[in-house]
């Protein structure tokens, strides 16, 4: 079974599930959770991340969407937040579990590469990630994405999970997104205005072959902008849910 955190009361209608990034963790939303007013929000630990241990299996998108599946079926339908490998599973749930989902906000996610470039990907790239050491993973993280030095502890225990292996399966699932083509939930997809332009064209084939989809781009955002702009990302995820409207901050 996976870890997850709960923040704010369980009684509040309109419970907001987050699904991290790609070798982060669900501590990475306590900033905005906290910020979000007493709202119901519960911060998953994908498989392979954070606290989820071993009896959580291998992080696989079956795997994944079994998982969170079954936190679903614990709550009536929830508002689903996902940062992008997060929100790759975000855009699963969307078609296999539409029943228990309200509305759905993703941001900095893929809309699927081929599986030539994630094999590309983990010949190249994920052996990386058993020379590194942790410091040198976190430190990088940090420095590339301007994440506030209070969140170094977290990023440092989230970094002593990451190992070529995970990196490969990580790369594996984002070559396997299927896109809800039928979709009748308000999603919302932003992409940070720092990302680069595979990001942001990725978010347009979102939009254009996604039902029921609006777009925006945070200004001065990167990938992981929730780090440096809780209070934004929390207002954005506020109006959305409650809403169904884009923040006036958004281009």
């Given at each position: 079974?996976?870890y997850?955190?709960?923040y704010?009361?369980?009684?509040?209608?309109?419970?907001i599930l987050?699904?991290?990034?790609?070798?982060?963790?669900?501590?990475?939303?306590?900033?905005?959770?906290?910020?979000l007013?007493g709202r119901?929000?519960?911060?998953v630990?994908?498989p392979?991340?954070?606290?989820?241990?071993?009896?959580?299996g291998?992080?696989?998108?079956?795997?994944?969407?079994?998982?969170?599946?079954?936190?679903?079926?614990k709550?009536?339908?929830?508002?689903?937040?996902?940062?992008?490998?997060?929100?790759?599973?975000?855009?699963h749930?969307?078609?296999?579990?539409?029943?228990?989902?309200?509305?759905?906000?993703?941001t900095?996610?893929?809309?699927?590469?081929?599986?030539?470039?994630?094999?590309?990907?983990?010949?190249?790239?994920?052996?990386?990630?058993?020379?590194?050491?942790?410091?040198?993973?976190a430190?990088?993280m940090?420095?590339?994405?301007?994440?506030?030095?209070?969140?170094?502890?977290?990023l440092l225990?989230d970094?002593?999970?990451?190992?070529?292996?995970v990196?490969?399966?990580m790369?594996?699932?984002?070559?396997?997104?299927?896109?809800?083509?039928?979709?009748?939930?308000p999603?919302l997809?932003?992409?940070?205005?720092?990302?680069?332009?595979?990001?942001?064209?990725?978010a347009?084939?979102?939009?254009?072959?996604v039902?029921?989809?609006?777009?925006?781009i945070?200004?001065?955002?990167?990938?992981?902008?929730?780090?440096?702009?809780p209070?934004?990302?929390?207002?954005?995820?506020?109006?959305?849910?409650n809403?169904?409207?884009?923040?006036?901050?958004?281009?």
């Open positions: 079974m996976l997850y955190s709960e704010g009361n369980a009684e509040t209608k309109g419970t987050f699904l991290h990034g790609g070798g982060l963790s669900g501590e990475m939303w306590e900033g905005v959770a906290h910020k007013h119901h929000c519960i911060a630990d994908l392979e991340h954070g606290e989820s241990t071993a009896e959580a291998l992080l696989t998108t079956d795997n994944c969407i079994r998982q969170v599946g079954m936190i679903l079926q709550y009536e339908a929830v508002h689903v937040v996902g940062l992008s490998l997060g929100g790759a599973l975000a855009l749930l969307l078609a296999s579990h539409a029943d228990n989902i309200k509305s759905a906000v993703i900095g996610t893929a809309a699927g590469i081929s599986k030539t470039t994630a094999m590309l990907m983990n010949v190249l790239a994920a052996p990386l990630y058993s020379l590194m050491s942790p410091e040198k993973i430190a990088s940090m420095k590339n994405y301007r994440i506030p030095e209070q969140h170094k502890p977290s225990r970094a002593k999970r990451i190992n070529a292996g990196v490969r399966r790369h594996t699932m984002l070559s396997e997104i299927k896109l809800p083509y039928n979709n009748n939930i999603l997809v932003l992409v940070g205005e720092e990302e680069n332009r595979i990001a942001k064209q990725a347009n084939k979102l939009l254009s072959q039902p029921k989809s609006t777009g925006g945070v200004r001065g955002g990167n990938h992981v902008w929730s780090y440096g702009k209070d934004l990302f929390a207002e954005v995820i506020e109006l959305w849910t809403e169904n409207r884009r923040h006036a901050e958004l281009k």
